[in-house]
């Protein structure tokens, strides 16, 4: 039986996550959850599934959690996080699944590695912003990462039996997300519920407005260059609108491996949760006849100019994809509040990188008080003080 630390357990990773605990009895024991403020969903995952220790964000939650379950260790705030990572510390086993949204990702990730515990990663803005410590610490402890987003998984199990040093070219796909067939002049007019509609998947919000600017993309390059040690311009971004072929890996003799499935997180999910093992899961199949045509096109990089604008802070390293990501929480909040436009997320982040000097070699309480000031800068400007 393995044990399980969940972080960001309400959100779209952490129930499916938990959905495969439900239809695997006997394999997982919950021992951590943690999440915000969604109180009312955790407090059902308390009960269906008994963990040991419970995070929440505010400290008033956890008063009224440890109210209603007496026997229950609850936390709250970056500490609780923390402890929810590390929790049964005396011991490395288990899985420490990191489905937090954001920054608040990047401590647990750490602390987990630190105490030489494997984590499922699908928040990949820890790897965006910590990536060069995060190597570090799991060259010293030889912990692993384990990745949950579907195009890393789609790598991974490509890359499964192969030597490393035989890999030409990766190509990540994208569905384009909502705005896919949208024209630059068409993007001056979109709205919040529309970029919310994403055409193939059913993710959390921000994930979801990550999608639609491209953002998402540029980090999922960084995190791939990162896990697989690979430099950046191996790693191809191509639009993919059917999202069936996650990652496509060309090798050296000219071969090319791709792995294809229904677009269904259950599926990455649970080939880390399981892994070395490959066990059944819900997904639907895919009817290989049924499809008839797969469409790949070249990333129009004018139309998604995140991209570049990304990957000129990676080429930068140091501070600047902390400001890089700071930055981009700062404006998907303020997109998600209907407080500016869809075009303006763009333009906060450029504006951001030309104004904070690069540092490098930050550590992790530079990063985390760098992260800090960029949004503070952002919002107080969409939202000056009052005089
Ligand atoms: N969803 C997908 O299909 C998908 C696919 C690939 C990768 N990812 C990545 O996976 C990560 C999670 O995405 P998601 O779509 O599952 O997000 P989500 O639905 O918004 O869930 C985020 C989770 O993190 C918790 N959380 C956020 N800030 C927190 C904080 N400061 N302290 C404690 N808990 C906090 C939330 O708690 P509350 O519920 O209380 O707010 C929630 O449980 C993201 O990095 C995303 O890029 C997601």
Redesign the pocket.
Known sequence: MKDLYL??????????TLAIVQNNPGKFRVRTL??????Y??REQIKAFHPAYV???EPSDADQLKREFPWLEVGS??A??RLAATYDSQSADGLMV?????I??LEPTIASLEIGRDVAL?????LVVGGALIKQIQERTKAKLLP???EHSGIWQCLRGEDPATIRRIYITASGGAFRDKSRADLKTVTLADCLKHPN????????V?SATMM?KA?ELIEAATLYDLPIDTINPILHPESIVHALVEFTDGSLKAQLAMPD?LL?ISYALFYPERLPTNVPLLDVVGLKQLHFEALDRKRFSLVDVALAAYRQGGTALCVLNGANEAAVQLFLEERIDFLDIETIITQALIQWDNQNNPTLDELLALDKAVKAAIISRVYPPKE
């Not at 990191?98 to 954001?102: D, H």
């Not at 699908?122 to 820890?126: D, G, T, V």
């Open positions: 972080l960001g357990s309400t959100g779209s990773i952490g129930t499916q943690a999440c915000a403020n969604r109180i969903v955790i995070s929440v964000k705030g970056e609780g996080l990191n489905a937090l949204v954001g608040a990702g699908a928040n990949k803005e820890s949950i987003d579907s998947w059913q993710m959390g919000k921000k994930i979801t990550d998402n980090f997180m990455p």
